[in-house]
């Protein structure tokens, strides 16, 4: 049974940070491309950041800089950096893992992330 547990999100000021946690169970961790994706209520979920198999990353291109997705192999675990928050980045994020290898593709529940003063 493949799970993807978020944790880490929460309440936060603006200028803060967070990093989130996504431990995976179920699948062969390495080989799977993880990604981080956000959605607010009425919009498409969007990506925010994804780390293939071998370490290169791939950001929405308005959060570089401020967002660092980065992964734990032996952990089985993708993080989400998030530093200098801003109200726009309040969303529900999920935990995304896919493999065009073996055809996988799960999502986590999502953790809520709420930027405010």
């Known amino acids: 049974q493949v799970q993807l547990v978020e944790s880490g999100g929460g309440l936060v000021q603006p200028g803060g940070s967070l990093r989130l946690s996504c431990a995976a169970s179920?699948?062969?961790?390495?080989?799977?491309?993880m990604g981080w994706y956000r959605q607010v209520p009425g919009k498409q979920r969007e990506l925010v950041a994804q780390i293939t198999d071998g370490g290169s990353t791939n950001y929405q291109t308005s959060l570089k800089g401020r967002f660092t997705i980065s992964r734990d192999n032996n952990k089985n675990t993708v993080y989400l950096q998030m530093n200098n928050l801003k109200p726009e980045d309040t969303a529900v994020y999920y935990c995304?893992?896919?493999?065009?290898?073996?055809?996988?593709?799960?999502w986590g529940q999502g953790t809520q992330v709420v930027v405010s003063s």
């Open positions: 995304n893992a896919e493999s065009p290898i073996v055809s996988g593709d799960y």
């Open positions: 179920g699948i062969r961790f390495s080989i799977y491309i």
